[in-house]
């Protein structure tokens, strides 16, 4: 049975571990660097192979999806062998590492106070799983919206077997059947496993989408930054009781938020490893199309992703590298695409937020600064409460910001100091006007929504921030100095500043850190 | 100041996220351990699944079944989004998890309508009005219903 319940996800991690090694070759595959891997290429195999199965759906082959997941493995894994035969030829002339070179990327690896802070934050992460187990066992089923929603939508598919097509057109507005279908497609295949719809696959996928989260984001500040910068990111998302309480949940932000944070970390990459920009930039169009196939919001982030990545790199490196870049991105995007389309088109009916639109309606709420107000005071509340949990909605919103927020990222800031490494720059900038926008974004669907602003506020706002709360940990990791730099009682010797002694990549700038001022 | 925050300041700033960060995990740790004895030993959707699982034989594996509770159907809506009451729609969607594939309509008007009377039974005259017959009553206030279509 355990076999059975563990095969999907391992054949769905291996795929997605596979698929980085094709697209972000490295001859140094080192425990950092398989962990990145893990995290990056876990979530995407494990919503690929959803995809996957959705395609074998009206191919009527869904009953032979342990096979199909098999031979996609193959041939991910034979393709992984031959490019890596490749590499390791091209690997005995002088050349570098595809990803980012750690050693550089990784001042103070090994001290005293990476130790401690390591060990800390293995408390944290225990601690914290003790609180996911607590609220499962409080709530297997999740909370509301997983059995309104994702759980639901997961027993109808799979219960459903050849007439799951029936259940879009079944009237069931109030389940939001126009929902994309990653994570109930993801739970459908792990019952398709072991052959009942078993409450623990649901629980399983809430579990590893919060790991791979935290993992993801730890793991990319250390590639990028450094391990300190890392442990203390992971910290600050489980120091979120909204976190590891919606993780909990099985709702489909926490998945969101990961495909969110996958996207501007793979975006990121491709600076410190020039010679690997396409992989790293066609990986980051699939994770934004994961996002678009994981919740409706999702389509907003591609549409503002694509639009950053083609501003950003038209202002820093012309047109005609915005448009190989962006080129790249939709050549990952679009096989995810083509699936959200047909779904859209075929089987989901109307979203409830386009009920009578009409013109007229629209220009009433845009004019209406009322609206604004109201939106701009929950934005506000929410900005700094959204990590203490959910809304009392018979109280309604109130300032509770808790012990960890966005005022203590901040405070961290201020304390620590901007360092920014140049060839980072336009990817920040790139992130910060990605969350900004959806920022923006979020705001105008509330100024034009059709529900009562009030309860649409009080009951979506705080998972609408949630989902980009690892996003914003990562932006202001790689912005703020890192710790090490600070003197260390019986650890001056290892700073961040100390000059790096490997020999600078070709066709890398050499480093230019900022020091604080 | 300046020099100050230049000297201790990453020093701080890492002390400080440790210390509410651990705080912020640890807390919440112990609410949940707090809270672990008062928590039921099966959760209330179980219960509630375990409750409309014994209709699954009585229905037919496919199709729309209606549904009536103690209030009209038009107010189970309705009191959740004015955040008055949202017993009743959590046992309406619960009907509805617990029996898919079958479709639970929001409604009394189909030829088998599932009564769920957990919270009390309708207001007098609803069930005859609606026409709707007793095929089966599985106590707890779980009453499947036929609809006599000449009331």
């Given amino acids: ?517 | 100041m300046a020099n100050v925050i230049a000297k201790y300041g990453a020093t701080a700033g890492w002390l400080l996220l440790v210390l509410l960060t651990g705080y912020a995990v640890m807390n919440l740790l112990w609410q949940n351990i707090r809270l672990y004895p008062s928590i039921a030993e099966t959760d209330p959707v179980t219960i509630h699944e375990a409750r409309i699982a014994q209709l699954r034989p009585l229905l037919p594996p496919s199709g729309a079944v209606g549904y009536v509770t103690t209030v009209e159907n038009g107010e189970i809506f309705a009191a959740e989004k004015t955040f008055t009451n949202v017993e009743f729609l959590a046992q309406y969607v619960l009907t509805q998890y617990t029996l898919a594939p079958r479709i639970v309509r929001n409604s009394p008007d189909l030829p088998l309508v599932v009564g769920n009377f957990i919270d009390g039974p309708p207001a007098p005259g609803f069930l005859e009005k609606n026409g709707l017959v007793p095929l089966r009553d599985l106590g707890d206030g779980l009453i499947l219903y036929r609809k006599d279509r000449k009331p």
């Fill in chain 1, 1 to 517: 049975m355990i076999v059975f319940f563990l095969a999907p996800l391992l054949l769905s991690l291996i795929s997605g571990v596979l698929l980085t090694f094709i697209f972000l070759p490295s001859p140094k595959n080192d425990l950092q660097g398989l962990l990145l891997r893990l995290f990056v290429g876990g979530g995407l195999g494990i919503c690929l192979s959803a995809c996957l199965y959705f395609v074998s759906l009206p191919a009527g082959l869904s009953g032979y999806i342990p096979l199909i997941d098999l031979a996609a493995c193959l041939v991910l894994g034979l393709i992984g062998y031959v490019l890596m035969k490749r590499d390791r030829r091209e690997a005995e002339r002088p050349a570098e590492s595809q990803l980012p070179d750690r050693k550089a990327a990784l001042p103070g690896t090994g001290s005293k106070l990476e130790t401690w802070i390591a060990t800390i934050f293995a408390v944290e992460l225990l601690a914290s799983l003790g609180s996911f187990l607590f609220a499962f066992l409080k709530e297997p089923h999740g909370k509301w919206d997983a059995w309104l929603i994702w759980n639901m939508h997961a027993r109808f598919l799979y219960r459903s077997g050849e007439a799951w097509r029936e259940v879009f057109a079944g009237g069931m507005d109030w389940s939001h059947w126009d929902y994309p279908l990653l994570l109930p497609l993801s739970i459908v295949r792990g019952w398709k496993y072991i052959g009942n719809d078993s409450i623990y696959i649901p629980a399983a996928f809430a579990l590893l989408f919060t790991l791979l989260t935290l993992g993801l984001l730890l793991c990319a500040l250390a590639f990028l930054r450094s391990r300190i910068q890392g442990y203390l990111a992971a910290m600050i998302l489980l120091g979120t009781p909204f976190f590891i309480m919606m993780g909990a949940s099985q709702f489909a932000d926490v998945p969101l938020a990961f495909f969110m944070l996958a996207t501007l970390v793979l975006l990121c990459l491709p600076a410190r490893s020039p010679e690997n920009r396409f992989g790293a930039t066609v990986l980051a169009g699939i994770a934004a199309g994961l996002c678009a196939w994981t919740k409706n919001e999702g389509l907003l982030f591609l549409l503002i992703v694509t639009g950053s990545l083609f501003g950003t790199t038209l202002y820093a490196d012309g047109w005609r590298s915005a448009r190989k870049k962006t080129v790249r991105f939709l050549a990952g995007t679009l096989p995810i695409l083509l699936i959200v389309i047909y779904f859209k088109t075929q089987l989901s009916p109307a979203n409830d937020l386009m009920e009578g639109f009409s013109l007229t309606v629209a220009a009433a709420k845009l004019t209406d600064f009322s609206r604004y107000a109201e939106i701009a005071k929950a934005f506000f509340i929410t900005g700094i409460s959204f990590t203490q949990g959910l809304i009392d909605l018979r109280v309604g919103m109130q300032l509770n910001p808790g012990a960890v927020n966005i005022l203590l990222l901040i405070v961290y800031l201020l304390l620590t100091g901007v360092r920014i490494d140049d060839r980072d720059r336009t990817g920040l900038v790139r992130t910060a006007a990605v969350l900004l926008m959806i920022l923006a974004g979020y705001f105008f669907v509330y100024v034009m929504t059709p529900l009562d602003l009030g309860y649409h506020l009080a009951t979506s706002l705080n998972r609408l921030f949630l989902q980009l709360w690892p996003s914003v940990i990562f932006l202001f990791f790689m912005t703020a100095g890192a710790p090490e730099t600070a003197p260390y009682p019986g650890d001056i010797s290892r700073t961040a500043s100390k000059p790096s002694t490997t020999k600078p990549a070709k066709g890398n700038k050499p480093k230019r850190i900022r020091e604080p001022k």
